[in-house]
């Protein structure tokens, strides 16, 4: 599975990437955006099965892209996660890789089916 981390932010892009063993849950290729544009061009020609988003990012924030992938009808195989900084919590990011890492688990078992 392709992975797209988009956030204007790069280490906080470099975090998400090298802090988490995608690997072993599946992912095969992690793609990076650093603004809602970018992440919009990625998402419609790489295809990834799984976003990460910020939502303040520049040219187009995330709920733009958000809006933008929903209505592309190619796109909604997507599993979409948002955040914003001021939001991020510790209790919070467990419950998202935790949420992460079972989300890729049933699509991998729906594969394997």
Known sequence: MKLLICDDDI???GVLEHQIPWPSLGIS???QAYNGEAAIQI???????LIICDIGMPRKNGLDVLKYLRQQSALH???LWFYH???VLPKKTLVFFTLIY???SI???QENN
Do not use: D, G
């Open 11 to 13: 280490s906080t892009v």
């Open 29 to 31: 290729r992690i793609l």
């Open 43 to 49: 998402a419609v020609t790489e295809k990834p099965e």
């Open 77 to 79: 195989e997507i599993i």
């Open 85 to 87: 900084a001021m939001s």
């Open 102 to 104: 079972h989300t890729i």
């Open 107 to 109: 699509h991998r078992a």
